[in-house]
């Protein structure tokens, strides 16, 4: 016979809140992609670190180091706007350059991540249903 610890810990909800999550998700991806087309590195790191927060209590210890290894690996995030004509500096260009493939990089983590958790694009239909 189980103690009450154990009975405890086997408890599974009644209420399943995949597809609320689901839509958050899709809500977290909508928002990074308009905020990486509009340039704001910032916020699009910031939505990702959220997704990250989605996808965080399934993941393994491996994918958690690195995860946080791309993280780190992120260049200063600085977004100020220019005033009038005032052009960017080259070390400019290039800290904004480096900071979209860790982005990119770190985007791309998430959606392999998201796919091998079950809860991305990759689907598997188990009945053939085409005639």
Request: net charge neutral; aromatic share 10%.
């Amino acid at each position: 016979m189980a103690d009450a610890n154990t009975e405890e810990l086997d408890q599974k909800s009644r209420f399943n809140s995949g597809g609320l999550i689901n839509i958050r998700m899709h809500n977290l991806w909508e928002k990074a992609h308009s905020s990486a087309v509009a340039g704001r590195y910032n916020k699009w790191n910031f939505y990702l670190d959220r997704i990250w927060l989605e996808l965080s209590g399934d993941a393994k210890k491996e994918q958690e180091e690195e995860f946080f290894a791309l993280t780190l690996k992120l260049p200063p995030m600085e977004e100020k706007e220019k005033k009038g004509f005032e052009k960017a500096k080259i070390s400019e260009i290039l800290n904004k350059s480096k900071q979209y493939l860790a982005l990119i990089r770190k985007e791309t983590f998430l959606r392999k991540l998201q796919n091998k958790q079950g809860k991305g694009t990759a689907y598997a239909d188990d009945e053939d249903d085409w005639e």
